[in-house]
Nanobody
């Protein structure tokens, strides 16, 4: 079972990126999926989450209105569209899968390796 995050990179403030997280090894269509991030010297924090069907989404206040989480169960992939990026969004972004959608890390069983997002001012 593996989660592979991709799509990170260097972008100027105000720009956009779309992160992808492809799951392999088994179907994740019944799993909740989440995105978390960790900036240098800081704790890992919740960014966004989506339930198994995509009908419910949750966002950290800091990204609400700028980021959108979505999923394509046929492709076993979850996405994070990030718009109006700010320097404080700079972090390693991790995707995660678990049995229930949650805004904290511990209920998620599977984690990707992370993809670095750097936003320059």
């Amino acid at each position: 079972v593996q989660l592979q995050a991709s799509g990170g990179g260097l972008v100027q403030a105000g720009g956009s990126l779309r992160l992808s997280c492809a799951a392999s090894g088994r179907a994740f269509s019944r799993d909740a999926m989440g995105w978390f991030r960790q900036a240098p010297g800081k704790e890992r924090e919740f960014v966004a989450a989506i339930n198994w069907s995509g009908s419910n989404t949750y966002y950290a206040d800091s990204v609400k209105g700028r980021f959108t989480i979505s999923r394509d169960n046929a492709k076993n992939t979850v996405y994070l569209q990030m718009n109006v990026l700010k320097p404080e969004d700079t972090a390693v972004y991790y995707c995660a899968a678990g049995p229930v959608v949650h805004t904290v890390a511990y209920p998620y069983d599977y984690w990707g390796q992370g993809t670095l997002v750097t936003v320059s001012s």
